[in-house]
DNA sequence: CTGACATGTCAACAAGTGTTGGCCTACACT
DNA sequence: AGTGTAGGCCAACACTTGTTGACATGTCAG
């Protein structure tokens, strides 16, 4: 055997993955079913089990991810909330992944635990760098903003938001993100 | 038949209906078996079928919904955002029929439809009445986040977002409502 | 009491689910 | 050549789903 060479069955095995985060990205967990994700594959159910032991753990393969949020060292303070705004567009456009995440976390509890670990992991150390006070916070109020863009835009697709081109988006949302980051705390008024 | 008191079946058939909400509301659609609704309501399944034609159906008739948006009228026009606010907060946790709808929409066709006509025909003339130009869009970007807000507090339990109280989240939303709502339209800049 | 009609229960169906074990095929190595 | 093994397919399992039709019970008018 040479392990040099990538095995033929990790072909299959990526196009499993493949065929997987498609699905569960348009059906969500329970609709996408391992049977069609086979048949979406062009391989048989069984070879589903014998590379992903079960579902759950094939939804977890699947649903590896990485935010890639942008090192944001370099952007001036005032800008940063656009950059991300801008960011979470690209992100989310060239990858399924996040919305088989999105679209499973609502009825799957183990889909849900992800998502909250990806933000606590990932968003949540960024935001604690350039905003140290209310870190959490603030770190959730940009996961409110930008996953209800990722709802409405990507998963209900109200007309309104879809409508909406890419400058538009960032130019409404950005300054939104921004105020969440390193906007006062408010509550004195 | 006396049709002046209601029948007895109005009220087996509200205790379904009411089931069916709880459990739209916590699993989603598919999760969410008439035999759980039927065992839940303490009656048959074949009754839920009587009652309501079949599965799809009695999600209709479980996700009648009224956002009941205040009357603006008497509000400050630059209090308008905190009072929306406040007001999602108060309908969320007083009705698990948003949640049903909310959980279910991002799996099923029939249940996106539905909220996206709830907030065509609710939440869209409401903002037209205050906010003539750029009414659809901004509308929009208000579903984004009061859903967004929604996603992550009930849906996801996002941990720093329910954290946070009543004001704070009103104090924090507020202004961003506010701004999607009455701020002047973004990028001349 | 007798019947009619609303209300409810029971058992079963057909279809679809995740999952399993046995069997086949092709290729690498000696 | 033969043989071991990884890759793949098929048929079946136990179970759950929505849905249906036949049958039982209650309630009230005559």
């Known amino acids: 055997m040479s392990t040099i060479k990538g095995r033929r069955s990790d072909a299959t095995k ?3 993955l493949a065929a997987a985060r498609e699905l569960f990205a348009s059906d969500g967990y329970e609709r996408a079913t391992i049977r069609a994700i086979a048949a979406s594959a062009g ?12 579902k759950e753990k094939l939804f977890a393969a ?7 949020i942008p090192d ?6 005032d800008q940063i909330g656009a950059r991300i705004a801008g960011h979470v567009l690209d992100r989310w456009d060239g990858d399924e992944t996040l919305m088989a995440l999105l679209r499973a976390a609502v009825t799957h509890q183990a889909a849900a635990d992800r998502m909250l670990e990806i933000f606590a992991t990932q968003l949540g150390p ?7 006070d ?6 959730g109020l940009i996961a409110t903003q930008v996953l209800g863009l990722a709802l409405t835009r990507y998963v209900l697709r109200l007309p309104p938001v879809t ?14 993100l921004q105020n969440y980051l390193t906007g006062p705390r408010p509550g004195v008024d």
Chains 1, 2 share one sequence.
């Open 43 to 54: 391989i048989d159910p069984a070879m589903v089990m014998r590379y992903f032991e079960n």
């Open 134 to 139: 209310d870190a959490a916070t603030r770190a």
């Open 14 to 16: 990526e196009a499993i």
């Open 163 to 176: 409508a909406m081109d890419r400058d538009a988006v960032v130019a409404w949302i950005g300054p939104t």
């Open 72 to 77: 944001l060292a370099g952007t001036p303070l």
């Open 126 to 132: 960024a935001v604690l760098a350039i905003a140290p």
């Open 62 to 68: 699947a649903a590896e991810f990485d935010l890639r």
